[in-house]
């Protein structure tokens, strides 16, 4: 099968977006599948490390987003013109915003059905980037946006249940698929958390708790900050480790020090997640998270399969996730029930121990081969249905 996978967003820059697409992308091709990935540039980067088939083009940057780029159109529509039908069996879109038009106005030129996975959470993301306007005006515009995009393609994938009831509480009637993604193999190899505090100056006794994503408002890192207050009244020597950026680092920074906590937060920035991530998480006590918007939360995969004890919200996607766990504590989004579970865990080692054990179990449920082939049972689906389509035009 040939597939034409287009994104806004895609390595070097570092999110829960660009990790899905490389690991359905790693699986599909060796499946003995074909995946162009169009990406943008990113000026200064190196893109050896590309895996092909891979097109980078000109991009620009976003504007209040220093990380991010996009495509620029007319680089992208000179390269597309050059794809024939036979190029392209299927189009994939992962992104809402230039790789959105583009992959259906290419999709339409060849004839080719097109799919798009819905990432993210728009309704409660927008209002935090375009602070001027009113959050309910940008909660429907956000639901507008999204249900034109969805009737623009011929099926939509969602990571999680709880964002596919969300879709079609919107309007959305094209058909939704939900299928998260998969956590390849590699996610499974030991990290070495004693050479990860020794790195870094964390003591080897020291309670340490987690948090990986992106340093951003919807990440809701604002409460584990202000569960961090209580916690350090619960065990007075913990860290938190914050292994992330993002454009809400110098508010989180100005919080930690408003709040006295600067001898109790480390910020580490991105990481390798082939080596120095997979350190990190094995060298924490317990992983933290508190997200409401997830659309899966591959952070909390990732932790469990370093046999790392999960304290975590379940809202959106992380509902699936943590859905019968035993490595982990679900908890309601309460300041002092957060803590309380997250210091039973630091100062429990037995509790720890057999979280642990379980963490692991929890995360082999999430293979990633698997997810991939039920994506291609989909774009199977869709070229039949398109094939059927013209069949029955054309009679």
């Given at each position: 099968m040939r597939i034409l996978m287009l994104s806004d967003v895609f390595f070097p820059r570092v999110n829960g977006v660009s990790t899905s697409i490389q690991t359905y992308r790693t699986d599909l091709l060796a499946l003995g599948h074909e995946c162009l990935l169009v990406a943008p540039e990113y000026p200064g980067a190196d893109h050896s490390s590309d895996v092909e088939p891979?097109?980078?083009?000109?991009?620009?940057?976003?504007?209040?987003?220093?990380?991010?780029?996009?495509?620029?159109?007319?680089?992208?529509?000179?390269?597309?013109?050059?794809?024939?039908?036979?190029?392209?069996?299927?189009v994939h879109i992962q992104t809402p915003f230039v790789a959105h038009y583009a992959g259906v106005k290419i999709a339409r030129r060849l004839g080719a059905p097109v799919?798009?996975?819905?990432?993210?959470?728009?309704?409660?993301?927008?209002?935090?980037?375009?602070p001027a306007l009113p959050t309910s005006l940008m909660q429907y515009m956000a639901r507008r946006f999204t249900v034109s995009q969805c009737h623009d393609v011929q099926a939509v994938i969602s990571p999680s249940r709880q964002m596919a009831d969300a879709l079609r509480a919107y309007g959305v009637r094209t058909p939704i698929e939900v299928l998260p993604t998969g956590l390849p193999p590699g996610c499974f190899a030991h990290g070495n958390g004693s050479r990860f505090r020794a790195d870094h100056g964390i003591a080897a006794q020291r309670p340490m708790a987690l948090f990986v994503g992106r340093v951003a408002h919807e990440k809701n890192i604002d409460f584990l900050i202000?569960?961090?207050e209580a916690l350090r009244v619960r065990v007075p020597d913990v860290l938190l480790v914050i292994a992330g950026e993002g454009p809400a680092q110098s508010h989180i920074r100005q919080l930690v020090a408003e709040a006295g906590l600067s001898e109790h937060?480390?910020?580490?920035?991105?990481?390798?997640?082939?080596?120095t991530l997979l350190d990190c998480y094995r060298a924490a006590d317990v992983f933290v998270f508190a997200s409401r918007t997830e659309t899966q939360g591959l952070v909390l995969l990732e932790a469990l399969a370093q046999g790392t004890p999960v304290v975590s919200t379940a809202v959106m996607g992380t509902m699936d996730v943590l859905q019968g766990v035993q490595g982990g504590i679900v908890v309601p989004e309460d300041v002092d029930l957060f803590a309380d579970a997250t210091a039973r865990v630091l100062r429990d080692p037995a509790l720890r121990e057999t979280l642990s054990a379980h963490a692991r179990e929890d995360a082999a449920r999430w293979s990633s081969k698997v997810m991939a082939e039920r994506l291609l049972r989909l774009y199977e689906g869709v070229i039949e249905a398109d094939l059927s389509r013209d069949r029955v035009l054309s009679s």
């Open positions: 891979m097109q980078r083009i000109p991009s620009r940057q976003v504007p209040r987003d220093p990380e991010d780029r996009l495509f620029k159109w007319r680089a992208l529509m000179d390269w597309a013109d050059r794809l024939q039908p036979e190029d392209v069996d299927v799919v798009e996975t819905y990432h993210t959470y728009f309704e409660h993301y927008l209002h935090h980037y375009v202000r569960m961090l937060v480390k910020f580490m920035g991105y990481m390798d997640r082939a080596t």
